[in-house]
Structures are given as structure tokens and as C-alpha cells.
């Protein structure tokens, strides 16, 4: 299906690896120029080179941390007027006992998760409305609709964001600039392999069998965690043309595990 973005610009934060990067290949295979960021420099010249050669596609990477000052002006300069602004981040650290989160781990997450996904919207929204069209879909995290202890760092903060991105998505949709946000659970990211490789070698056990465990616990319906590039499908469906009636919405990727009638 042609989503009709073909020659569109776009900005994707923190699209080196994990959903970003499944975002990334699937605006990529719609023909959509690209300005890529990411902090680490490797992964993401190589994540870049490599959905350029299978899909053609016009990838700009740049080197930042979205998070600052210095790091969004940087990206900013690179596509200072995009029609397309995809934002995710690395998530916050899973956290035990509430009361030991302190007071910069609240500060390192709300710039992170919070403030710099508002200051991009303000920084090119405008644009996009005086063209008359625009798609900005925020990747955050089932946990700001479903509260959880160990998720208190992300669900919080994202939550925050979700409440932002629908009040301006109000505003702006007689633009034809749709906002809507994206709340997955449990994926075969990056930060999750690490995570969870690290924590078989602690148990003496191997990461698929730490996922199995967690599946069970968790009772997840598909029987396995999802995958990135499946999920990009959707962002880039919400980037489309066929999106210019569907905003201020929060679309739950987590196979179910949330029990919700709607």
C-alpha cells in the first residue's frame, strides 16, 4: 500500500536501534527523507547505511542527545522544517523501591521522556501548520496508561507527555497536523536484549529462556514479546496520508496483556 509520504521529510529520535529504528525502515520503504539521531555514533552509522541499502532511501544520521539544549538544535539544523517528527527515547531504568528514586532521576527522565519530545513539537508544529500538513507520533510506554512500580520512572513522565500531545492535537488537526502516540509493552529492543542477556548470565541461563519465563509470568496472549519493525508499521500508518482523521490517540501495542474493553 502506498502511503502517500513519498519526498516527505521526517525527524526520528533516537532511531539507531529497537522501535526508532523499525520506524525508521518503514518510513524508509515509503520513500520518506530521513534525519535520523541517536548518541552513539557507530550503531547509528550503521543502522542508517543499512536501511539505506535495502530500501533506497535518503538517511541523514546525526550524532545527539535529544535531551539537551545543544542536541536538539543540532537535529533542528539538520531538518528545521520536517513534516514528519517521530520521537521515542531509551527507556528509563527499571526502578525497585519508589521512595529510593531521587531527585536527578527525576530531572535525567523528565528531560529525556517529558521536555525535549514538548520543545521539538513546539519547535515544528507551527511549520507544519502553515504548510497545511504534518504527522507527529510519540513512541512512549503501555506503563503511562497502566501504572506500574518498577515502570515508575517511564509511565509518569510519558503519561505527561500523552496528556500534552492530545491537548495540542486538538488544536492543530484543522492544520491537517495529526498527533497521536504510541504505548507498546514488551519488545525485542536493545536496551531489553542487554537487559535481559545480562540477567541470564546472571541466573546461568540464556535470554530466550528469561523471555519465556516473563511471557508466562506476564500471560502475554501471542506467547512471545514483539517485534520492532512491526511495530514501525504502525507508526509509519499514522504518519500516512490515510491518518488526516485520526488524532489525539493512543494506540496500546502489548498484545493484550492490559485487559480493557476499550
Not at 505527561?160 to 492544520?175: E, F, R, T
Not at 546472571?202 to 506476564?218: A, H, M, P, R
Request: hydrophobic letters at 40%; a negative charge; one cysteine or more.
Amino acid at each position: 500500500m502506498d502511503l502517500g509520504i513519498q519526498g516527505k521529510k521526517a525527524i526520528v529520535n533516537v532511531g539507531s536501534a529497537g522501535m526508532g529504528k523499525g520506524s525508521v525502515r518503514a518510513l524508509a520503504v515509503e520513500g520518506v527523507e530521513l534525519y535520523v539521531s541517536a548518541r552513539g555514533e557507530e550503531r547509528l552509522i550503521n543502522a542508517c547505511e543499512e536501511i539505506a541499502a535495502d530500501t533506497g532511501a535518503n538517511i541523514t544520521p546525526i550524532v545527539a542527545d535529544h535531551s539537551t539544549d545543544e542536541g536538539r538544535e543540532r537535529i533542528l539544523a539538520a531538518c528545521p522544517e520536517p513534516d514528519i517528527l517521530v520521537g521515542t527515547c531509551s527507556p528509563p531504568p527499571v526502578t525497585g523501591d519508589y521512595r529510593e528514586i531521587s531527585a536527578s532521576d527525576w530531572q535525567a527522565t523528565l528531560d529525556m521522556t517529558l521536555l525535549s519530545p514538548v520543545q521539538f513539537m513546539q519547535a515544528t508544529i507551527n511549520g507544519m501548520a502553515e504548510r497545511g500538513w504534518g504527522r507527529i507520533v510519540n513512541i512512549a510506554t503501555v506503563a503511562a496508561k497502566y501504572p506500574a512500580e518498577f515502570r515508575i520512572l517511564s509511565g509518569p513522565p510519558r503519561a505527561a507527555l500523552v496528556n500534552y500531545s492530545v491537548a495540542v492535537a486538538k488544536k492543530v488537526a484543522k492544520h491537517n497536523v495529526m498527533i497521536n502516540n504510541i504505548l507498546p509493552g514488551m519488545y525485542h529492543t536493545a536496551t531489553i536484549r542487554d537487559n535481559f542477556t545480562a540477567l541470564a548470565e546472571e541466573k546461568g541461563t540464556t535470554y530466550d529462556e528469561i523471555v519465556e519465563s516473563l511471557v508466562k509470568q506476564w500471560r502475554i496472549p501471542a506467547n512471545k514479546f514483539g517485534d520492532p519493525d512491526d511495530l514501525g508499521n504502525f507508526v509509519a500508518l499514522f504518519c500516512s496520508e490515510f491518518a488526516d482523521f485520526v488524532t489525539g490517540q493512543s494506540l496500546v501495542m502489548d498484545d493484550g496483556i492490559t485487559n480493557s474493553t476499550f
